[in-house]
């Protein structure tokens, strides 16, 4: 079907069950002003900085609860129609970052890479920037595979429309030649050998930590490597792999999209920015090559899943009615490889499959880092006025000169003095001083006026690859509430500069990002005070015979309740939510304890927020491990301290508790501290795992000696600590 200039290219609408939905938060509001109510009215005279902590940290919960429901109030829904896109779409220039050969393996950014080149869309229209920050030879020996790969690879996912264009999944399914034809078996056979050999190319080059010398006489570009090159200290190496246009075809002689290898220039004492300065850096060089009008970013470890995610990209940014206003199209992070039960909750189920929905009622959810679209003329500082019209048509920087020239060309653009006196990272491109650099930009964007759209097609658009283990799960977390914690305590904080530029949804929505951090505060009051009250019997909360337990019960199983249910609409499980809240606990009270102390630090002076990549190599033996749902710890980290010292607190009044009640008929101290050996109860009964791995476990996933004894040490301290200080 061709559209017409006014065919509308989406449709919006609204999900059902709102009026239940107000009923429910009409009832919760009513519950939280009864509880500040008895809180206010029922002051002890004793212990007064005990129920002056715990106040606050009911304030603070009913706080966030408040923010959350912006985006539970309206949430929307987009469907696009790719069938009504008229013939000739524009130009989209495709950006991928790696920055580390061990962490990210050189065959994750090949797959990645092959994954995106295969998009259902004019390969004319296509140019694909990969950044390696770690400046490798190993992940350009790896893009170079990829390159030759391509030219079989493309023509044999246009033939036969297959799905996943990831060759590695593609390839990994089962039964994926079954059921074709002849042709289709032969041709399947002898692509799948192209793409083993270029495989074992790749990881042999890894195991060696060279390529091999035949291999690099094929390309000029290995000569960059024939001096030593530190990822912290090198030039900038600009390496055309593929040129489009005509001048690189395939195996059937069809036009193949332009690639290029891109590490920019790091120096000692010059600030890189991390991947904010790393995808500024492509897009000057983007910008003097292709320079389209719109930039999608992809993570290295995020491949393609959908090879109409452009296309449905488009549906947005050709509107003839609401494009114009359109600064990003944020497509959801998924994950392949997770668990039945998501062990981790590293799916963020309830951030993409919830949660963006409702900000599509905002103007549209925040920049996530990958798999967005962006307007180059919005990123590059273009603020947005109403009688704005897109140029579709803009020519390179660099005109009709030749690839060496643009070669050369483009090390200056990535030279890392290039941006001295400039306006980049400030008033255009990414934005810089942060460590969550996608979602600052995203405020940025926002607040100049341009609205974004969640893009959530039937098939999932890109599937990455989640941390595996505890460690690098908190870390994660810990990075990423740090970065949101920097962006509210910055000039573009949605309370002061948001005001004006940003919807009151949108500034809900930002305020329960941004602060995520401070989940830490009435979470560990919570888990410390509350069972070192009771263990000198000191009761926080009404009797269960007092009429006022009832308003802290209803609040406590509705709000569960409502979370249980949510997460059942969205296709998860009972378990998957037990999983979620174990993760919720451990995250409050070790990644955003420690990021707000990194917070805390740098504006002592003392130390900088830093940019942390989590590892996608997986060992055997944990992979096994996490395919049983049995959390690993095995490093002796410090982020396993603060939740196992917290469990061993609430486990140690809880029997207490059970044996006082056992030995002495049970009612009496139940009903004097019913909520804190509830609470202190559903702490250790969701942190079985975490005894389990300090005292039950033998495998390498167990719990580490030193931190078992470090957190007994400490449970004990607080024990003997806490009486003279209440």
Known sequence: MTSSPATRLFATRQAPGRLIYKLYFAVFVAGILSLFYYRLTHIPKDHRLLWLFIFLAEFWFAAVWLFQQGFRWAPTFHITY???????????????????????????????????????????????????????????????????????????????????????????????????????????????????????KIEKAGR?????????????????????????????????????????????????????????????????HYKAGALNAMNRVSNLISNAPFILNVDCDMHSNNAQALRHAMCFMLDPKESHRIGYVQFPQS??????????????????????????????????????IHRRESLNGRKFTPDYRPNLEEKPAGGNESWRELEAKAKALSSCTYE???????????????????????????????????????????????????????????????????????????????????????????????????????????????????ANDIPIFPKASDPWFKVFAFLGIASHIFSLGELILAKGTMKMWWNETRMWMMKGS?????????????????????????????????LKRYKKELMEFAVASPMFIPPTTLSLLNLFYFLKAMMIMVTTGGWAIFDHMALQIIISGYISLISVPLYEAMFFRKDKGRMPTSITIYSMGLALALLSLFSPFI
């Not at 690639?259 to 790091?266: A, I, P, Q, T």
């Not at 499959?353 to 880092?369: K, Q």
């Not at 990021?595 to 805390?600: D, E, G, N, Q």
């Open 82 to 200: 790719p069938d009504r896109l008229p013939e000739s779409l524009p130009k989209v220039d495709v950006m991928v970052c790696t920055a580390d050969p061990v962490r990210e393996p050189p065959s994750l950014v090949a797959n990645t890479l092959l994954s995106l080149m295969a998009y259902d869309y004019d390969v004319d229209k296509l140019a694909y920037y990969l950044s390696d920050d770690g400046g490798s030879e190993l992940t350009f020996h790896a893009a170079y595979q990829a390159s030759i790969f391509s030219k079989h690879w493309l023509p044999f996912c246009r033939k036969y429309n297959v799905e996943p264009r990831a060759p590695q999944q593609y390839f990994s399914l089962e039964n994926s030649i079954a059921g074709g034809s002849r042709n289709f078996q032969m041709d399947y056979s002898s692509v799948k050998k192209k793409f083993e050999e270029m495989q074992e």
């Open 335 to 372: 994950f392949g490889g997770l668990t039945k039960n998501d062990l981790y909750a590293n799916g963020v189920k309830r951030i993409y499959e919830i949660e963006f929905f409702g900000a599509n009622a905002h103007n549209g959810p925040m920049y996530a880092g990958t798999g967005s």
């Open 590 to 622: 070790s990644s955003y304890l420690f990021s707000v102390m990194v917070i805390i630090l740098k504006y002592l002076g003392i130390s900088e927020a830093g940019f942390e990549i989590t590892s996608k190599v997986i060992d055997e033996e944990a």
């Open 420 to 534: 001295n006196g400039k306006p980049w990272g400030k008033d255009m491109g990414l934005m810089y001083g942060c460590a969550v650099e996608d979602v600052f930009t995203g405020v940025v964007l926002q607040s100049r006026g341009w609205q974004s759209v969640f893009c959530s097609p039937k098939r999932t658009a890109y599937l990455g690859f989640p941390p595996v283990n505890t460690n690098d799960t908190l870390i994660q977390h810990k990075r990423w509430s740090t970065g949101l914690l920097e962006i509210f305590l910055s000039d573009y904080c949605p309370w002061t500069h948001g005001v004006g530029r940003l919807k009151l949804g949108q500034i809900m929505c930002y305020s329960f990002y941004t602060l995520w951090a401070l989940w830490c505060l009435p979470m560990v009051c919570y888990a410390l005070f509350l069972p070192l009250a009771a």
């Open 208 to 272: 060696n930590q060279h390529v091999e010398k035949e291999t690099r006489k094929q390309h000029k570009g290995f000569a960059e490597w024939e001096s030593k090159v530190h990822p912290r200290d090198h030039p900038s190496i600009i390496e055309v792999l593929l040129r489009g246009n005509g001048e690189d075809v395939d195996a059937d002689g069809n036009n193949m999209p332009t690639l290029v290898y891109v590490s920019r220039e790091k120096r000692p004492g010059h600030p890189h």
